[in-house]
């Protein structure tokens, strides 16, 4: 009984885990700046679903009989990216790029300040020069109010430039290589493997519902390929936000098993005929 009441809470950690994470994915859409506070919300809610979805998780897959030993090794492998999940976006999301991009802004501001006060100087004076040769070429009945003298251009510093140039010097990734893994980080990369051989382990077990085993493979997957494409970051935004929600759906799986189970079935059983009618059609 305490062992059945102990996987219940686990499957209940594991469903509002995968919520909290998914709600922070779902954020994390519109909120993409690290420059701005709201940057952090994202992060913590996906932070905190992920420890709490791991630690249900965890706690069901070792007091339950019916997982295999395939389904262990699942387990355990989402569980080691799970770690790595919460390290790299407190390390690299939460801490390295803020950092990077504080030290960037304040090296443009501080490096330029003097350029700016240089460019606005030589502005005034060339704008004095004009003046006075319109005011000269208007004495001898020339209408001039053109800017014949051009103004200098001060060059300005990038400071991202600066600290790309000082991370190579220290043989590190560049900025854009650092956003990148903070991306796939956040995305949900790290939990991909695990998801799918969780969800191949659950197909060897009859009496587990095939939908969701299916849903497992196919978001873990889905979010794999996705990471691929790093040109199209909204892609693995959206494939994070399915890959917890299938996690959702399998603790929801593991605590109304019947209730999943003749869902699983009778969407199955559809599936089947519309695809029988389908072929019977075309002959």
Request: with cysteine.
């Given at each position: 009984?305490?062992?059945?009441?102990?996987?219940?809470?686990?499957?209940?950690?594991?469903?509002?885990?995968?919520?909290?994470?998914?709600?922070?994915?779902?954020?994390?859409?519109?909120?993409?700046?690290?420059?701005?506070?709201?940057?952090?919300?994202?992060?913590?809610?996906?932070?905190?679903?992920?420890?709490?979805?791991?630690?249900?998780?965890?706690?069901?897959?070792?007091?339950?009989?019916?997982?295999?030993?395939?389904?262990?090794?699942?387990?355990?492998?989402?569980?080691?990216?799970?770690?790595?999940?919460?390290?790299?976006?407190?390390?690299?999301?939460?801490?390295?790029?803020?950092?990077?991009?504080?030290?960037?802004?304040?090296?443009?501001?501080?490096?330029?300040?003097?350029?700016?006060?240089?460019?606005?100087?030589?502005?005034?004076?060339s704008n004095g020069l004009n003046a006075i040769k319109n005011g000269i070429s208007g004495l001898f009945g020339q209408n001039t109010s053109g800017s014949d003298i051009p103004s200098?251009?001060?060059?300005?510093?990038?400071?991202?430039?600066?600290?790309?140039?000082?991370?190579?010097?220290?043989?590190?990734?560049?900025?854009?290589?650092?956003?990148?893994?903070?991306?796939?980080?956040?995305?949900?990369?790290?939990?991909?493997?695990?998801?799918?051989?969780?969800?191949?382990?659950?197909?060897?077990?009859?009496?587990?519902?095939?939908?969701?085993?299916?849903?497992?493979?196919?978001?873990?997957?889905?979010?794999?390929?996705?990471?691929?494409?790093?040109?199209?970051?909204?892609?693995?935004?959206?494939?994070?936000?399915?890959?917890?929600?299938?996690?959702?759906?399998?603790?929801?799986?593991?605590?109304?098993?019947?209730?999943?189970?003749?869902?699983?079935?009778?969407?199955?059983?559809?599936?089947?005929?519309?695809?029988?009618?389908?072929?019977?059609?075309?002959?």
């Amino acid at each position: 009984m305490l062992r059945q009441a102990k996987m219940r809470i686990g499957a209940f950690l594991l469903l509002a885990g995968s919520l909290l994470a998914l709600v922070g994915e779902v954020l994390n859409l519109g909120s993409n700046n690290p420059t701005q506070g709201s940057w952090f919300l994202p992060m913590i809610l996906v932070t905190l679903g992920t420890i709490v979805f791991i630690y249900g998780l965890n706690t069901y897959a070792q007091l339950s009989d019916d997982i295999n030993l395939l389904g262990i090794l699942g387990a355990g492998l989402l569980f080691i990216g799970a770690l790595i999940f919460v390290i790299g976006v407190i390390a690299v999301n939460m801490v390295l790029i803020p950092v990077l991009l504080g030290m960037a802004q304040s090296i443009t501001a501080v490096v330029n300040a003097p350029g700016n006060a240089a460019q606005n100087a030589t502005n005034g004076a060339s704008n004095g020069l004009n003046a006075i040769k319109n005011g000269i070429s208007g004495l001898f009945g020339q209408n001039t109010s053109g800017s014949d003298i051009p103004s200098v251009q001060v060059p300005q510093v990038n400071g991202m430039n600066l600290v790309d140039q000082a991370l190579a010097r220290f043989h590190l990734p560049s900025f854009a290589a650092i956003t990148h893994w903070g991306h796939f980080f956040f995305t949900g990369g790290p939990l991909t493997i695990g998801c799918i051989i969780l969800g191949i382990s659950f197909l060897q077990m009859r009496a587990f519902p095939r939908i969701i085993s299916y849903i497992l493979i196919f978001c873990g997957a889905l979010n794999l390929v996705s990471q691929l494409f790093i040109f199209l970051p909204t892609l693995s935004n959206i494939t994070a936000i399915l890959l917890f929600l299938s996690l959702a759906m399998l603790a929801i799986a593991f605590i109304y098993p019947t209730q999943t189970g003749n869902w699983s079935r009778n969407v199955l059983d559809n599936t089947e005929r519309y695809s029988q009618t389908f072929r019977s059609s075309r002959r």
